[in-house]
């Protein structure tokens, strides 16, 4: 029996090391985006600084991990062999939540997903307790959970979800007001003041939350209770004057210091405080088998009232889950896709949006620019005018490689998010308030945006949007974790040895997947074949590399239309499904080329007019040929789909022909745009007559099977679309080509490479 146990502790810790790796991946958003999006410092500088709070903060944790082992459960009330089935439900729940939510991108709570994990857990092994005693009924589920604990976990980080919001988007909105976004002037005047202000801010914070928990907390304790008075009097004061000396013999913004030292404490809060979130509930495992090893007492009577007391954790262990998440801080690809969410919400400027807009988005945002117009209806037009010449832009002029340079907010937003932030956790837990850095960082940071101006007109509802959506996935984190840890909790407790094992490999194979997929995305996105706005100048630049893209377009598009073809002719639901899935995946692309075509042309040489009248054809003559595939792909699906007539014979036979001669014309034209040759170009649009010729041919041949022998109208009106809506596809095709031709002969397009 023990031998089981002691593999169930190698499992664990197994998943400790993996949830280490996938919660920093995910966490990592809380203290590094205000740098990252500034830009203030360099990349290497903002990852040296936080590697260095993330494994101070491990190494000097030991006070925290209670969480995992009383604050949700009364240990007391169970016996040795049910806590590790609620550990080992717990770990495998952890890991596979929080893979979930890095791989989605989306910054979710390590902190939530354990405190849910832990009470589903217990709640189930509580009520199968219950179920197997005679005498007890769920009436008396009390005496197994600390529901206590648990609401006010549950209530302070409901709470903190407003008060980030509405804290951080006042203190931005008043630090604009007197710094506007000119506020390098300023900075000598008050900019020394407004620094001090938010170190002093940061450094309590250090203190209050990054060190409790620590070896010191109690010293640290008893110095700052009755002096917190003169100890922030002090901090103001020490800060302010090397605010002045940092800015005379380095020449640089003192907000510079502010930014490192708040990505500092915010990273050393992190791990000192987070890292019960992800190694807590293998300690509590490994100390629950030390009690019970000694006891010589069976697994199921040996009641873990050793779990109610503190108990020191091991600095060796801290250490190496220090160089785990440092680690993981380097290298892991998703904590970059998490980040680059937060960053798409709260940055300055324009650009494509990963979210789309929906009612509830469009309600708020209509309602919020009704409120804002009543209120300005009230306000005297000079206040009016001021205010908004503090919110007034800077212009900055960069070459046209370097536009995708700009940072995503100013040093000024980036300070506020880092003080609040700082200052709301602070208090929180001066308090013994519990709450989510996540939830608090992220709200933060949305309410500063909305404050700045960030979210204009153009993209309010699809920020709102993302913002919804995440809180949203914070919700769905609490109650896929209450319910996927139970239902684990309850599995491993039904099949024991085989469950374990079983679930094991699927965390492993589910692991696996969820890399190489994520994986295969990024090379996607790296690899996908996109005209780049910021290096295109002129007309044969845009020529260029259009041409490469069309070559891709119409080899999608040919691969797509043979296997709707042959799908429909087989009657394949499944391949039909999956090639209307890429076909939709195509049509988004090149809507996302059609939406950021405002800024190519801004990007294009002032006197490039043809060269955008060029780009914006393409753009059309592409969106007209990938909608009728489109079409054709849908139709095709819904009437396999609804178990429709197969088409006849004779109609497939007809299709075949035509997807045919298609597919030595997409070869033609593939070939000729990615050699960039274009001398073809007008033989192959001679041949256009004869296709229609042939698609005219096939809709005579569908009206007489209809005088005769057609039985069935959807058959007919499936027919008739398809071959309309080819004629469709090569009239746009066409056009396209002609126009390419326009460009050659008139001496526009570059000439043949060589």
Do not use: C
């Not at 925290?64 to 949700?72: D, G, H, S």
């Not at 809180?471 to 040895?497: E, K």
């Not at 079409?631 to 009437?639: A, R």
Request: charged content about 20%; glycine content about 6%; hydrophobic content about 50%.
């Amino acid at each position: 029996m023990g031998d089981f146990y002691i593999l169930m502790l190698v499992a664990l810790v197994a998943l400790a090391v993996v949830d280490l790796v996938v919660g920093v991946s995910n966490d990592a958003v809380n203290f590094l985006n205000s740098a990252i999006g500034s830009k203030a410092i360099s990349m290497r500088t903002i990852m040296i600084v936080a590697s260095l709070g993330v494994f101070i903060g491990a190494v000097f944790s030991s006070g925290m991990m209670e969480v995992a082992r009383n604050r949700i459960f009364i240990p007391g009330e169970f016996y040795f062999s049910e806590i590790m089935i609620i550990f080992m439900a717990v770990m495998i729940t952890d890991v596979l939540l929080l893979d979930l939510f890095n791989s989605l991108g989306l910054p979710t709570s390590t902190t939530v997903s354990l405190v849910f994990e832990l009470l589903g857990a217990a709640v189930v092994m509580a009520l199968i307790k219950i179920n197997a005693s005679d005498t007890q009924t769920v009436l008396d589920l009390g005496k197994y959970i600390n529901s206590d604990s648990a609401l006010l976990m549950i209530s302070g980080i409901l709470l903190s979800v407003v008060m980030a919001f509405s804290l951080g988007a006042f203190v931005q909105y008043v630090s604009r007001l007197i710094f506007s976004f000119h506020y390098e002037k300023k900075m000598k005047y008050i900019g020394t003041a407004f620094g001090a202000v938010a170190l002093t801010a940061i450094t309590y914070f250090i203190f209050i939350k990054g060190l409790s928990g620590t070896p010191f907390s109690n010293q640290i304790s008893e110095l700052l209770v009755g002096h917190e008075f003169y100890i922030l009097g002090g901090s103001f004061i020490f800060w302010a004057v090397l605010s002045q000396i940092y800015t005379i013999i380095f020449k640089k913004n003192s907000l510079v210091l502010v930014i490192l030292i708040g990505t500092f404490g915010l990273a050393l809060a992190f791990a000192g405080n987070d890292l019960v979130n992800f190694i807590g509930v293998p300690m509590a495992a490994w100390h629950s088998y030390e009690a019970w090893s000694v006891s010589g007492v069976d697994p199921t009577l040996f009641p873990m009232d050793q779990l109610a007391k503190k108990v020191p954790t091991e600095s060796g262990l801290l250490f190496l889950a220090g160089a785990v998440m440092v680690l993981t801080l380097w290298f892991s690809k998703k904590a970059k896709t998490v980040t680059e969410t937060e960053l798409g919400l709260a940055r300055q400027g324009d650009g494509h949006e990963k979210f789309q807009a929906n009612f509830l988005s469009r309600f708020i945002v209509r309602g919020s620019v009704n409120l804002s117009n009543g209120i300005n209806y009230f306000l005297p037009k000079k206040i009016q005018e001021k205010i908004d010449g503090q919110f007034l832009k800077p212009v900055i002029s960069l070459t046209k490689n370097k536009s995708y340079e700009l940072p995503a907010f100013d040093m000024i937003r980036a300070s506020v998010n880092l003080m609040v932030a700082g200052i709301l956790i602070s208090i929180a837990t001066s308090y013994k308030l519990p709450l989510s850095t996540t939830y608090v960082t992220f709200m933060v940071a949305m309410g500063s945006s909305l404050a700045d101006r960030a979210w204009d007109r153009e993209s309010a509802v699809f920020r709102v949007a993302g913002v919804m959506n995440v809180i949203f996935g914070w919700f769905l984190t609490a109650f896929i974790a209450f319910t996927a840890a139970g239902f684990l909790a309850y599995l491993i407790n039904l099949g024991g040895t085989p469950i374990v094992a079983f679930l094991l490999l699927l965390v492993g194979f589910l692991l696996i997947r969820s890399t190489l997929n994520h994986s295969k995305k990024i090379k996607e996105q790296k690899s996908k074949s996109s005209i780049d706005r910021a290096e295109l100048i002129t007309i044969n630049e845009v020529i260029n590399e259009s041409s490469d893209h069309i070559s891709e377009v119409i080899r999608r598009v040919n691969k797509l239309y043979t296997n709707v073809v042959n799908d429909l002719a087989s009657h394949d639901l499944n391949k039909l499904s999956k090639t209307e899935k890429h076909v939709k995946k195509l049509n988004k692309e090149i809507n996302v080329l059609k939406e950021d075509v405002f800024y190519f042309i801004r990007s294009l040489h002032e006197t490039s007019v043809e060269a955008s009248r060029f780009y914006i054809l393409v753009l059309g003559y592409l969106q007209d040929i990938t909608q009728s595939i489109e079409f054709i792909s849908t139709t095709s699906f819904k009437h396999v789909s609804n178990n429709h007539k197969n088409l006849k014979k004779s109609q497939i036979a007809d299709l075949n022909s035509i997807s045919e001669k298609l597919i030595v014309l997409f070869d033609k034209i593939e070939s000729d745009f990615s050699k960039k040759d274009f001398n073809n170009l007008r033989a192959i649009i001679d041949e256009k007559q004869a296709l229609f010729s042939h698609l005219s041919l096939s809709i005579d041949k569908q009206i007489s099977r209809i005088r005769t022998e057609e039985s069935s109208p959807k058959n007919t009106t499936l027919y008739f679309g398809i071959l309309l809506e080819t004629k469709d596809l090569i009239s746009a095709l066409m056009n396209l080509l002609e126009l390419y031709q326009e460009f050659y002969i008139l001496g526009k397009a570059p000439k043949k490479s060589k």
